[in-house]
């Protein structure tokens, strides 16, 4: 059971990157998955979510209207599009399954992680 992200980097403001994970099949078809952030000193918060079918999103508030969370079942990948980039954005990104296929924004539904990637916005 493996969760790979990628594609964090030094980006300006106003900028955009494409982040994504790569899971391995078992924990992907029939999972929620979602991405959360933590930057230095602060605790690991919720950024966006989706359904087990794709059907359903849903985004924090610092998040809504920037960024996209997709999925490509074919290619067993979550994808999180994010624009506007603000240096508050700065942080490591983390990509998640869910327990369950329903979207939550809560970290302790989620039991498998991946490495976390670094996005730094810089102004």
């Known amino acids: 059971v493996q969760l790979q992200a990628s594609g964090g980097g030094l980006v300006q403001v106003g900028g955009s990157l494409r982040l994504s994970c790569a899971a391995s099949g078992r924990i992907f078809s029939n999972n929620a998955m979602a991405w959360f952030r933590q930057a230095p000193g602060k605790e690991r918060e919720f950024a966006a979510t989706?359904?087990?079918?794709?059907?359903?999103?849903y985004y924090a508030d610092s998040v809504k209207g920037r960024f996209t969370i997709t999925r490509n079942y074919s290619k067993n990948t979550v994808y999180l599009q994010m624009n506007s980039l603000k240096p508050e954005d700065t942080a490591v990104y983390y990509c998640?399954?869910?327990?369950?296929?329903?979207?939550?924004?809560?970290?302790?539904?989620?039991?498998?992680w991946g490495q976390g990637t670094q996005v730094t916005v810089s102004s």
């Open positions: 989706i359904s087990w079918n794709g059907g359903s999103t």
């Open positions: 998640a399954a869910a327990r369950s296929a329903s979207p939550t924004a809560v970290v302790s539904n989620y039991n498998y």
